[in-house]
């Protein structure tokens, strides 16, 4: 019985405090930032939302000036300052900056922010696990080990998201007449837009794939679901 509650604290220690991290992150980011206001975004959204079968689709945005997008489990959708600001000028087209919001529900049809939580609480389980079997053979350095393997399955997890995400995203952008290009140079534009973008998500740790693997998937699911 010790050895569960052993495994249980920690773990429900974990999921604690994700859910607070994840309740007060939301309130600031809401509380930090304004309604996207702009009619010709607001029509292109419309168009999304008929194709996504829902009523209406709100998007807030932050003053960060980096370009990027996220969705909060309680399903608010975000976008940096920066991403408007390419828009404005002409860096980025109508379709481009939609494929960002595409992306975004499609991490809510599939329910990725809810499941975050799960994952982060087994990623912190399989540390103190693996911890515990690898320091008895490694001494001293088999908590790091295992933090290293946990990172690793996080970061399979969190790819595997992007993928699905996208996907959806593709089809998304199909059904409203969009077509799938615009997703995929978007994704293109990130690595001439954003500093450091294709390094990152090459590194083994990242939580995002590859911009051309990303790319190369909207190109190949888009020729096969059009043909």
Do not use: C
């Not at 569960?4 to 974990?14: E, G, Q």
């Not at 607001?42 to 969705?71: K, M, P, S, W, Y």
């Not at 599939?110 to 939580?117: D, L, P, V």
């Amino acid at each position: 019985m010790s050895k569960i509650l052993t495994l249980l604290i920690p773990l429900a220690i974990a999921i604690t405090m994700f859910r607070v991290n994840a309740v007060l992150s939301g309130r600031s980011l809401r509380a930090k930032s304004r309604p996207l206001r702009n009619d010709e975004v607001e029509r292109a959204l419309t168009r999304l939302a008929a194709a996504a079968g829902i009523d209406h689709i709100r998007v807030r945005v932050f003053d960060e000036a980096q370009i990027n997008g996220l969705v909060t489990p309680e399903g608010d959708i975000y976008v940096t300052s920066g991403l408007v600001d390419k828009l404005r000028g002409g860096k980025v087209s109508m379709p481009e900056f939609v494929s960002v919001i595409a992306h975004e529900l499609g991490h809510l049809a599939h329910g990725h922010t809810k499941r975050r939580i799960w994952d982060v609480a087994g990623s912190h389980l399989l540390v103190v696990i693996l911890g515990g079997l690898i320091a008895r053979v490694i001494p001293f350095v088999g908590y790091y080990i295992a933090r290293f393997l946990s990172s690793l399955f996080v970061s399979a997890l969190s790819r595997k998201d992007e993928f699905e995400a996208d996907s959806y995203a593709t089809a998304l952008m199909i059904k409203a007449g969009f077509g799938a290009e615009p997703q995929a140079r978007m994704l293109e534009k990130l690595i001439e837009l954003v500093p450091g973008a294709e390094r990152i998500s090459d590194n083994w740790l990242a939580s995002h794939p590859p911009v051309p693997e990303r790319a190369a998937a909207i190109r190949g699911n888009a020729e096969r679901w059009t043909a």
